[in-house]
């Protein structure tokens, strides 16, 4: 747990405090000791599961219609605002490589929030699942991994994600995850949980740890000059 944790549910806080007060450390701290004690178990791949945080620009831009618009209309658009110009003139060429892969989809994805979980499933899964790794205060990265969890890193939650396209969101923002906070109200009672906003917290914890550019199938640290020799150019 961090600060953020706690501010983001501060009901639930007071619960975790009274049941495990003295035992709880701040995530933050170390990840590398807490591998070196035991195991660690994660929340990763929450995200890939049940849509993108993406979700919150596309409704700032298009309101909560826009989760449920079409995505051949208006997915175009909305990646030209949201990648800025840099990236704008590159935005068609993208999502015409990209919708190639829809069809392989259990299900037609018809929305713009349909599309944008379709890539974060399809696409961040391995980036997601090893990028704690970054850190550079790893001694070890190799037998860290093999201690380090992440729960729904399983094909049974893959198949899951593929197969319940209506339990993700339904017409508003703040339904995004609604069964994983139905989960969580039927065991905590606390009904506000539903109308608890997407709160982004990856920035938090990135900005407070160096971190290496790439590492190897042997988890071994490279140089950016070392990954460019892995890319294809063309």
């Known amino acids: 747990m961090s600060y953020r944790s706690i501010e983001e549910f501060p009901s639930m806080w007071k619960t975790i405090n009274k049941t495990f007060k003295g035992r709880i450390l ?3 701290l170390d ?3 807490f591998l070196s004690e035991g195991y660690m178990i994660t929340g990763e791949m929450g995200d890939q599961l049940l849509g993108s945080d993406i979700i919150i620009p596309l409704v700032g831009l298009y309101g909560d219609d826009g989760i449920n618009m079409p995505w051949k209309d208006n997915i175009n658009y909305f990646y030209k605002r949201f990648f800025g ?4 003139s590159n935005v068609d060429l993208f999502v015409d490589m990209y919708s190639t892969t829809l069809p392989y989809c259990p299900f037609e994805i018809k929305t713009c929030f349909q599309f944008l979980w379709w890539f974060n499933f399809t696409n961040k899964w391995q980036l997601v699942k090893y990028r704690m790794l970054e850190q550079k205060r790893f001694t070890n990265r190799k037998k860290s991994f093999e201690k380090l969890i992440h729960f729904y890193d399983t094909p049974s939650f893959q198949k899951w994600s593929m197969d319940t396209p209506d339990l993700k969101v339904k017409n508003n923002l703040l339904s995004y995850k609604f069964c994983a906070k139905e989960f969580i109200v039927k065991y905590t009672k606390y ?3 539903l109308n608890k906003p997407k709160v982004g917290s990856l920035q938090f914890i990135w900005s407070n740890f160096d971190k290496c550019y790439a590492f ?3 988890f071994n640290e490279m140089t950016p000059e070392e990954t460019a020799e892995c890319i294809n150019h063309e």
């Not at 110009?85 to 704008?88: P, V």
């Open 31 to 33: 990840t590398n000791a």
């Open 26 to 28: 701040n995530s933050l």
């Open 191 to 193: 009904e506000e949980y």
């Open 216 to 218: 190897d199938q042997d």
């Open 85 to 88: 110009k840099h990236f704008r």
